[in-house]
């Protein structure tokens, strides 16, 4: 992490109004605290500010690998479904007249019994055709017993939605995972949890790697919507924090946070925007229970660390 130099800011300078106390009084400084760069703030100027500062809180974080995908259409769901009922339909009633016309096998010509079996193996030849595409494209799971049907009801009326996940070329996994965050690319501070529904048969040919699908209920996606897909995958799970929205702030494309070093002194933590939960941001490292970070007008204090640098901005998470 890069570090930025110490920054003081006299009350003519820097924030005349907000920071009218920014200092670096040697007396707020623990003796045996190590020099770090940072921004010093007295206790005037931080209740002056509305600084809030609280310690994240302890959490594990279920190991997950990243893909990328797509909410399905309902049409194109449903285009998929009248395909493969038309074959059946078509297979089922040829079928039956074969079965009807052998039970009459002493009153119809030989002729039109070969026809009807010519005609039943046709269909029954195409339904297994459209059978085994529909599980490449969609997986078996969802070509058993109605599944996609099913789904396909919620997703028309709008209570839930449907997302394919591709994973990276090359990526496997070794089971199924349970479930995954989505995250659409649209807000990318917001995640729901979309729960496994199947996965298909055949491989993307772009990808070379199979499509997961996962449901998500109660919070429909826009169709056609872009999404990170995160799969929970089996693993130990890895101990860290969680840091609220409200105290992370980006700043040259990365997440950061600002730590209390001292009773007056504030340093500028990487914060990495890759582990979103309900609750804010999960940190593995930099940062622990013990730490104390600022949760509200972080903002401020950005601003006052790069007007130093002549950079005055920055944009809350």
């Known amino acids: 992490m890069k570090l930025v130099p110490k920054i003081i800011f006299p009350?003519?300078?820097?924030?005349?109004?907000?920071?009218?106390?920014?200092?670096?009084?040697?007396?707020?400084?623990?003796?045996?605290?190590?020099?770090?760069?940072?921004?010093?703030?007295?206790?005037?100027?931080?209740?002056?500010?509305?600084?809030?500062?609280?310690?994240?809180?302890?959490?594990?974080?279920?190991?997950?690998?990243?893909?990328y995908g797509v909410v399905v259409d309902p049409a194109t769901v449903a285009a998929a479904l009248m395909n493969l009922e038309t074959a059946r339909a078509a297979a089922d009633v040829s079928g039956k007249e074969l079965d009807r016309l052998k039970t009459l096998a002493d009153n119809v010509s030989a002729r039109t019994l070969e026809s009807a079996k010519s005609d039943?193996?046709?269909?029954?030849?195409?339904?297994?055709?459209?059978?085994?595409?529909?599980?490449?494209?969609?997986?078996?799971?969802?070509?058993?017993?109605?599944?996609?049907?099913?789904?396909?009801?919620?997703?028309?009326?709008?209570?839930?939605?449907?997302?394919?996940?591709?994973?990276?070329?090359?990526?496997?996994?070794s089971a199924p995972p349970a479930s995954a965050r989505i995250i659409a690319l649209s807000d990318e501070s917001k995640a729901v949890t979309g729960d496994f529904s199947g996965v298909t048969d055949g491989v993307n040919p772009q990808t070379q790697t199979?499509?997961?699908?996962?449901?998500?209920?109660?919070?429909?996606l826009a169709s056609g919507a872009a999404v990170t897909g995160y799969l929970r995958i089996s693993g130990d799970p890895l101990s860290g924090v969680v840091?609220?929205?409200?105290?992370?702030?980006?700043?040259?494309?990365?997440?950061w946070a600002y730590e209390q070093t001292g009773t007056n002194q504030f340093q500028r933590v990487?914060?990495?925007?890759?582990?979103?939960?309900?609750?804010?941001?999960f940190v593995p490292d930099n940062l622990s229970t013990n730490s104390h970070?600022?949760?509200?007008?972080?903002?401020?204090?950005?601003s006052a660390e790069l007007s130093g640098g002549g950079f005055n901005t920055g944009q809350r998470d």
């Open 11 to 67: 009350l003519a300078v820097v924030f005349a109004a907000g920071l009218a106390g920014c200092s670096k009084p040697a007396a707020d400084k623990p003796a045996d605290a190590p020099e770090k760069a940072g921004v010093t703030i007295d206790a005037e100027t931080q209740t002056r500010i509305g600084l809030k500062i609280e310690s994240p809180v302890a959490a594990l974080w279920q190991p997950e690998v990243k893909g």
């Open 120 to 173: 039943a193996q046709r269909d029954a030849l195409a339904f297994q055709s459209a059978q085994t595409k529909f599980k490449q494209d969609w997986g078996s799971a969802l070509a058993a017993d109605g599944e996609l049907a099913k789904i396909q009801t919620a997703i028309a009326d709008g209570s839930a939605a449907l997302v394919r996940v591709d994973l990276p070329a090359g990526e496997t996994l």
């Open 270 to 281: 990487e914060v990495p925007l890759d582990r979103l939960t309900a609750d804010g941001w």
């Open 293 to 302: 970070i600022i949760t509200s007008g972080a903002q401020t204090v950005l």
């Open 243 to 255: 840091v609220p929205q409200s105290a992370v702030l980006r700043h040259e494309g990365k997440g």
């Open 210 to 220: 199979r499509s997961y699908y996962f449901l998500v209920k109660g919070q429909p």
